[in-house]
């Protein structure tokens, strides 16, 4: 649910605050660091089963009814192996993979490793058009670009129908938003094929309106929007089971697009939550590294991910701006490449343009900071990098948009969010400074915690695998043996 802006201000009070309700103020954080160390240790190793009780009730019925994100289930392991065809967009390769690539890898990596044969139909992610075959155990990856570098359709569907006829057919088949298009679903045996929709038009005419009030944009934008959010509510009913990865997103295919409700779902996605670690060790070097004060009075802030104007890097360089005239002790860390980087080094001693990060070096980034600011002007999908610096132990600043307020920031114990303007972006960054760093280590512990119940890649797959599962037989739909976290449950999976 949404929730009003930075209205933890009032939690800490200026230096007139007593001594006693300070006093207080460190015991009981001491306190909630412990338990909640505690909690995130020890709950990484519990396998026992949860038990249900009244806050935390059996799911009954058939789970083509639950509205929940999959990722909330209590799922323990299954036995049966799957065989399934992926199509995806593009495939990591080089060493700076963008988000959906990274995704792809995370997932399909993850249910390999749990035994499934995973085969992905796709092309590399630089655009070349090589053309090769590599597996890694389970996991078989094929290249077939055409031409200009993306998916040839035809080419893929060859080796899909040679691959099928091997061994045994596909149990299903799973497309990342349309690399395969709506008119080629008729060649996918008895249709048993779902798509997952990271961005849906209908999200896409959101973010071309907010950047229209935002930027003074031209509305042709606007005006060619409409079309393609008709066609796309036509042809959607072509798949068979559609997967959302926002609650909002959910929402919008039922009521607006009228698809049947028993067709839509909502899985989360995930990251690798071995390699997002809470670090401060590493923090502390890439400080060092990257020349970033470290005297205990600065607040560091950082962004990631392309520096394009859609991404919201106009309405930050200008809150920025302002805001450092405010509080000269702020810093900001900007990561990425893109046209918004030399502007950002306009901004003088109080930034550091870092340029683009490899994956290797992104959780030293995240435990840099002191809280993580997503400025996107686009409230389509989730953004990886919101929770890869949850998992980090970061609070974030983020756009109140429903697919972020509904699905991953949903508490004001997990940062902040503003309106998709200069002035609310100001009001907010104002906030974080003044509520300062142990308020945001209490967020940041809880987005952890939170993070770990939801966004893990072994939680993701658990849910994906378990939802081929039921795909393939429904009996397993009605089982009744599933339990429905709370937030912040993560007993049942070993990370």
Not at 205 to 225: A, G, V
Not at 424 to 452: F, H, P
Not at 477 to 493: A, F, P
Request: charged share 20%; hydrophobic share 40%; with cysteine.
């Amino acid at each position: 649910m949404a929730f009003k802006n930075h209205s933890s201000r009032t939690m800490f009070s200026s230096s007139s605050t007593s001594f006693s309700f300070r006093f207080t103020t460190i015991i009981t954080l001491a306190i909630f660091i412990f338990c909640s160390s505690y909690y995130i240790l020890f709950s990484r190793l519990d396998c026992s089963p949860v038990t249900s009780s009244p806050g935390n009730p059996p799911f009954a019925g058939d789970l083509r009814d639950l509205t929940s994100p999959w990722n909330k289930l209590s799922l323990g392991p299954i036995s049966e192996k799957l065989k399934l065809a992926v199509f995806c967009k593009s495939w990591p390769v080089g060493s700076i993979p963008g988000g959906m690539e990274r995704h792809a890898y995370t997932l399909y990596t993850s249910l390999a490793s749990r035994g499934h044969e995973i085969h992905v139909f796709t092309v590399s992610s630089d655009r070349s058009n090589r053309e090769e075959y590599y597996n890694r155990g389970d996991l078989h990856v094929y290249f077939a670009p055409n031409e200009h570098g993306t998916l040839n359709h035809s080419q893929a569907f060859e080796i899909f129908h040679k691959i099928n006829g091997l061994d045994h057919p596909f149990d299903y088949v799973h497309t990342e938003s349309v690399s395969l298009p709506h008119w080629r679903v008729k060649m996918v045996p008895n249709g048993d094929i779902a798509v997952t929709w990271h961005g849906i038009w209908y999200e896409i005419m959101h973010s071309n309106l907010f950047q229209e009030l935002s930027n003074d944009r031209p509305i042709s934008d606007l005006q060619q929007t409409m079309p393609r959010l008709v066609d796309e509510i036509r042809f959607f009913p072509k798949y068979k089971q559609h997967i959302c990865i926002s609650n909002s997103a959910r929402e919008v295919l039922v009521n607006i697009y009228q698809l049947p409700k028993r067709n839509v779902h909502v899985i989360v996605n995930g990251v690798d939550q071995t390699k997002f670690v809470y670090s401060p060790e590493s923090g502390a070097r890439f400080r060092v590294k990257h020349g970033v004060p470290d005297n205990g009075t600065f607040i560091v802030m950082g962004v990631s991910g392309r520096l394009v104007r859609d991404k919201g890097h106009p309405l930050l360089y200008e809150a920025f701006a302002l805001l450092v005239k405010m509080h000269p002790q702020v810093y900001l860390l900007v990561a990425g490449s893109g046209p918004w980087g030399k502007r950002y080094a306009e901004l003088g001693e109080n930034v550091r343009v870092l340029g683009a990060l490899k994956p290797e070096e992104l959780s030293g980034f995240y435990n840099a900071l002191d809280v993580f600011v997503n400025p996107t002007l686009r409230p389509q999908g989730l953004d990886l990098t919101i929770i890869e610096a949850m998992q980090c132990v970061k609070p974030v600043v983020v756009p109140n948009y429903p697919s972020i307020v509904g699905t991953v920031v949903v508490d004001e114990r997990f940062g902040y969010t503003f309106s998709p303007n200069v002035r609310s972006l100001v009001e907010t960054l104002d906030s974080v400074v003044r509520d300062g760093s142990i308020v945001l280590e209490m967020k940041g512990i809880a987005c952890k915690v939170y993070a770990l119940s939801m966004f893990t890649a072994t939680r993701m797959a658990s849910a994906y695998e378990r939802f081929f599962m039921c795909m393939k037989n429904e009996r397993l739909l009605y089982s009744g043996n599933y339990l429905l976290l709370s937030d912040g449950e993560d007993q049942d999976l070993q990370d």
